[in-house]
């Protein structure tokens, strides 16, 4: 299993959408400063995830929620909690 997630900073006003297949450890590297692109926004706490089968549909999905429209659906329909209600 594969995963796209999303980790934000609130305070700092980051978002940052990425995938892989080892959810825990990589959220772990991000906290650590073991990820340069995300070292300046520690501490980032896991706000979504979703789970696909191969590495291949991880990574189009996560090259799709990084454009605009795909930032747009994230934060109005996935990251938003009245969205759900």
Same mark, same amino acid.
């Given at each position: ?5 999303? $980790?934000?900073?609130?305070? %700092? ?6 995938? +892989? ?5 990589? $959220?772990? @590297? ?6 340069k692109? +995300?070292? &300046?926004?520690? &501490? ?6 979703i789970?696909? &089968?191969?590495?291949? @549909? ?7 929620? %990084? +454009?605009?429209?795909? %930032?747009? $659906?994230?934060? %109005?329909? $996935?990251? @938003? +909690?009245?969205?759900?209600?």
């Open positions: 299993m594969y995963y796209v997630y999303c $980790i934000e900073n609130v305070e %700092k006003n980051y978002l940052y959408v990425g995938s +892989t297949s080892n959810l825990s450890k990589r $959220i772990e @590297q991000h906290n650590t400063g073991r990820s692109s +995300t070292r &300046p926004y520690m &501490p980032l706490k896991l706000t979504a995830y789970g696909v &089968p191969t590495e291949r @549909q991880a990574r189009r999905l996560e090259k799709y929620v %990084k +454009t605009g429209s795909g %930032k747009a $659906i994230l934060k %109005k329909r $996935i990251l @938003q +909690t009245e969205a759900l209600v």
